[in-house]
């Protein structure tokens, strides 16, 4: 059974930077799809990025075009997002998603596994 393990959120000021990780255990191979959600209290969960199996194709939000980067190292099973330039309204939980398929989907029911979270908090 495949467990997906997010760390890096923390507190930081509007225009700063985190780098948050996505630690996948208990898979060999690594064909399958990754995102980042977010939600942040009560709202629903928002796609932020999704990236396929060898990195050949990204997805992003509007909203984080330009500031946020996905990126996976397949030897590591980990899937990482940079977030630049981070703004109040980045304030939320950070989820990471794996999709078995191969198609890259914004749609989170397209992911069969999630992790636990990971809050990311922007002061102004």
């Known amino acids: 059974q495949v467990q997906l393990v997010e760390s890096g959120g923390g507190l930081v000021q509007a225009g700063g930077s985190l780098r948050l990780s996505c630690a996948a255990s208990?898979?060999?191979?690594?064909?399958?799809?990754m995102a980042w959600f977010r939600q942040a209290p009560g709202k629903e969960r928002e796609f932020v990025a999704a990236?396929?199996?060898?990195?050949?194709?990204?997805y992003y939000a509007d909203s984080v075009k330009g500031r946020f980067t996905i990126s996976r190292d397949n030897a590591k099973n980990t899937v990482y997002l940079q977030m630049n330039s981070l703004k109040p309204e980045d304030t939320a939980a950070y989820y990471c998603?794996?999709?078995?398929?191969?198609?890259?989907?914004?749609?989170?029911?397209?992911?069969?596994?999630w992790g636990q979270g990971t809050q990311v908090t922007v002061s102004s």
């Open positions: 998603g794996l999709d078995p398929g191969v198609a890259l989907s914004r749609n989170q029911y397209s992911y069969t596994t």
């Open positions: 208990g898979r060999t191979d690594s064909k399958y799809a």
């Open positions: 990236i396929n199996w060898n990195a050949g194709m990204t």
